[in-house]
């Protein structure tokens, strides 16, 4: 079974600028979350995905928006973007979500905001 | 207070030995706990979840989970140098929350 995948692998953009990531969850995932990974903050929650509704929201400003489509596949989007942005930004996907929810991440994007 | 705590390490123990990795949350309300592998630039890889007290073991691997301390914990037996990472805990109430990691060397 395929794992999770994300692109662009490794983004480079100016500050101001918008950005917008992919996942695709493993077949049959209907969660799918995201993360903020950062050498001081470590793993941040982002927000959580099901059924294309949003179930969880973590606490990052507005720029940061995301959407889930009907495939489960799903983007995140950021806006203006700051030099601080610059992170791992990871997706991880499960069954359900709830219950039982272990959860698998895909290899990442790494953003450089300059 | 952080919700879930790791000492950041490093944690050096030697080829062969057991290595114990420790970790607290402050959430009641959490249910469920993971243990995740991080190669340095590489992304978490989940190696053990645990839903109940007690222990649960898969291979070299060993979660213990103590729901009236607060407390979860990762031995890894017979550790290889391969075994080098950092090790992520996280707990579960309505999202997955990670600890800050801990560093594992193993030496030869």
């Known amino acids: 079974k395929a794992g999770v995948t994300q692109t662009p692998r490794y983004l480079i953009k100016t500050r101001g600028q918008q950005v917008t990531l992919s996942c695709s969850p493993i077949?049959?995932?209907?969660?799918v979350s995201w993360y903020q990974q950062t050498p001081g903050q470590g793993l941040q929650f982002l927000f959580e995905?099901?059924?294309?509704?949003?179930?969880n929201k973590g606490n990052f400003p507005g720029r940061f928006s995301g959407r889930q489509f009907s495939n489960s596949r799903s983007e995140m989007n950021v806006s203006t973007l700051e030099l601080g942005d610059s992170a791992l930004y990871l997706c991880?996907?499960?069954?359900?979500?709830?219950?039982?929810?272990?959860?698998?991440f895909g290899p990442g994007t790494r953003l450089t905001v300059t | 207070q952080k919700e879930v705590e790791q000492n950041s390490g490093p944690l050096s123990v030697p080829e062969g030995a057991i290595a114990s990795l420790n970790c607290t949350y402050s959430?009641?309300?959490?249910?469920?706990f993971f243990w995740y592998r991080q190669y340095s630039g590489k992304s978490p890889e989940l190696i053990m979840f645990?839903?109940?007290?007690g222990d649960k073991e898969d291979g070299r691997f060993t979660a213990q989970l103590n729901k009236a301390s607060q407390y979860v914990s990762l031995l890894i037996r017979d550790s290889q140098p391969s075994d080098s990472a950092t090790y992520l805990c996280?707990?579960?109430?309505?999202?997955?929350?990670f600890g800050t990691g801990t560093r594992l060397q193993v030496f030869p």
């Open positions: 991880a996907s499960s069954l359900t979500g709830t219950g039982y929810y272990e959860q698998y």
């Open positions: 077949s049959g995932h209907r969660s």
């Open positions: 995905y099901f059924s294309e509704t949003q179930r």
């Open positions: 959430d009641r309300g959490s249910q469920s």
């Open positions: 645990i839903y109940s007290n």
């Open positions: 996280a707990g579960k109430n309505d999202k997955l929350i």
